[in-house]
């Protein structure tokens, strides 16, 4: 018997204190039959045995081990390479609790279609459960699921990902509560498949995918579908936000959390090298979290922040030297790759990287670049946050950071600024929830078309929108020293086609400005969609911009915005009785002085 069975033989009789948890996994291996149960302790021979099961069987392809030690490819089924937000539904009891924002089922007929496509499917495969805690281990702040799963890819990107294992285990059992996620591939049939959550039961059910999004179900499911749930319940927020930590010379720290929709730069942003400028006045950037946000008012007012996960699921194409010098520090080692390219000598390659022509495409075939690009364009790296160069010292406090700003953003082509500023926390609410965004590859369906994205939680808030708004604006209380909010668009094009703003490490001066209106030492101009700085408020120095440029990204089109703010009044009118008048009357009074 070699080391690798070993391990998973030794585990599978373990059963947990927790008499709840031992009867759910009965239940479950009751009605998936699995050959085998193996409780995972999270250690490195549990990963080292499932990482030599997976490369013996081909679900993992090795890369080279010289310039990529310890990394490896991961080959999906090529119609399970995105979320699937026509398949995922939020099945609370009354369907207006769900919202209009998402697909909703009834629990009972979703527990009978999910339990069904569940039967037996377990067949011939080892049952894996797997605790984990998402935010740091010994945080008031952190919650903790178990996902049971049939995919030892799950088991070894959940590793990655949360704090998987024996602590887990061990809060779990303490505390007595958990939110229940059930994962199996099935077969891949994106006929069968659909990612279930019952927010009142805490439950997740998922079948038929294993990509990222849908099956690792600590992520989005949990993080941000549950627990937008819980956060409502219990006074706090989960966000789709990344958390950076900006340094000023003078060695202050100020925390920013920003929500962009998916695959629209919070990897890069989380990750900003400052300019050589910047660099050189000692200006530093704390990397806390890049995809998801759970923060709580502190005793002192502040809302402080976790970021719950423990690794980065990111978009590799457009990862480069030049785009985020970070984040490929971070992935040279110890590392999943999920439908990348591979060059001839077996490293990693996606569109963007660098001049070379890859060997094979994501699919393992011969690079044709008539088969389209040669890694998929929602291929990711799933890699330890502890890895990146410019972590924050400050990410694993129990505690949380304190939030200074909060910044929505979208992917917008014309009509919005680079940057502007709320007037006060409910308009600040109201431009979240008018977000806008073109949508991107990681989500199935058609790409660079403009939808609301409020918050960039579309695919990801687990109740009524009208009630998420309510929620929000119901954090502005006596005492409360809240963050101020931005709206920023690093997108805008000009009238070639071409991004008007430079982006990337330049954001930094953006983000600047940002920290000088909170501290109230930096200008602007105050329009009727909010306050917004001339180019000479920002420090552009080494920055030359078109006059079309500074045009566009620093001024407001009077009549483009009219038309924007009825949109966005029709926009929150689709939430009928339920939407909170304070938005409403925000959206009316915004557009009464747009004349
Ligand atoms: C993600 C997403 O993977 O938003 O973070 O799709
Ligand atoms: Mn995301």
């Known amino acids: 018997m070699n080391a690798a069975v070993d391990v998973f ?22 009605l998936t039959q699995p050959d ?77 279609k999910m339990d069904a496509l569940f039967a037996g499917c377990m067949r011939g495969r080892t049952l894996y459960v797997v605790p984990y805690c998402m935010g740091p281990i010994d945080s008031p702040l952190a919650r903790c699921g178990v996902e049971i799963t049939d995919s030892p890819y799950v088991v070894a990107n959940m590793r990655i990902m949360t704090r998987m294992g024996a602590p887990a285990l061990a809060r779990i059992e303490r505390e007595g509560s958990f939110v229940k996620g059930l994962h199996s591939v099935g077969e891949l049939d994106p006929e069968r498949r659909f990612i279930m959550h019952f927010p009142e039961e805490l439950t997740i059910k998922s079948f038929g995918s294993g990509y990222g999004g849908n099956a690792l179900l600590g992520k989005k499911c949990h993080a941000l579908r549950i627990a937008s749930h819980q956060a409502r319940q219990e006074g706090w927020l989960a966000e789709h936000m990344l958390i950076v930590g900006i340094e000023n010379p003078q060695g202050q720290t100020h925390y920013v959390a920003a929500a962009f929709p998916s695959a629209c730069g919070k990897t890069n942003l989380a990750m900003l090298i400052p300019p050589e ?67 001839d000598d077996q490293e990693p390659w996606w569109d963007g990287l660098d001049k070379r022509t890859p060997a094979l495409d994501w699919q393992g075939r011969p690079y044709d670049p008539a088969n389209g690009p040669a890694a998929h ?20 406090d129990p505690q949380g950071v304190p939030i200074s700003a909060i910044v929505f953003g979208g992917r917008r082509a014309s009509l919005v600024p680079l940057v502007f500023e709320a007037r006060d926390w409910t308009h600040g609410v109201l431009i979240g929830a008018a977000m806008g ?86 200008d602007a101009v105050d329009t009727p969609i909010g306050n917004l700085p001339r180019a000479d408020d920002l420090n552009l120095d080494g920055v030359s911009l078109s006059q079309e440029a500074g045009a566009k990204l620093f001024g407001f089109d009077p009549e483009g915005w009219r038309a924007e703010v009825d949109s966005i009044g029709a926009y929150l009118e689709e939430f009928g009785g339920r939407m909170p008048d304070a938005l409403k009357e925000e959206q009316a009074r915004i557009r009464s002085v747009l004349t």
């Not at 033989?9 to 009751?30: F, I, Y």
């Not at 668009?489 to 600047?512: A, S």
Request: glycine share 8%; with cysteine.
């Open 9 to 30: 033989k030794s585990q599978d009789s373990r059963e947990c204190r927790l008499e709840a948890l031992n009867a759910w996994v009965a239940e479950v291996a009751a």
């Open 36 to 112: 085998h149960i193996h409780w995972c302790d999270g250690s490195d021979a549990e990963n080292a045995a499932l990482i030599a099961r997976m490369q013996a069987d081909g679900t993992l392809l090795p890369l080279n081990h010289e310039t990529h030690p310890h990394s490896w490819l991961h080959r999906s089924s090529p119609s399970d390479v995105a979320r699937v937000e026509h398949l995922t539904f939020v099945c609370t009891p009354e369907r207006d609790d769900a919202g209009p924002n998402n697909h909703w089922m009834a629990p009972a007929e979703a527990h009978a």
């Open 277 to 343: 400028g910047y660099r050189q006045a000692g200006w530093k950037v704390w990397t806390v979290g890049d995809d998801i946000c759970w923060m709580r008012p502190g005793a002192d007012g502040r809302l402080y922040a976790i970021n719950p996960e423990a690794g980065f699921f990111g978009v590799a194409p457009g990862t480069s030297d030049s785009s985020n010098p970070n984040a490929l520090a971070t992935i040279s080692h110890h590392t999943i790759f999920t439908n990348v390219a591979v060059t």
């Open 437 to 522: 965004s073109e949508t991107t590859a990681a989500a199935t369906g058609a790409v660079g078309v403009m939808r609301r994205d409020p918050m960039a939680m579309k695919p990801f808030c687990g109740y009524n929108f009208a009630d998420y708004f309510a929620h929000w604006l119901s954090f502005d209380q006596a005492g409360a020293k809240l963050p101020k909010i931005f709206h920023v668009n690093w997108f805008r094009k000009g009238d070639d086609g071409k991004f008007l703003w430079p982006g990337f490490g330049e954001n930094l001066r953006v983000l600047e400005w940002m920290i000088k209106r909170v501290e109230g030492q930096a």
């Open 377 to 396: 364009p929602n291929s990711r790296f799933t890699v330890s946050a502890r890895q990146c160069p410019s972590y924050s010292p400050r990410a694993e």
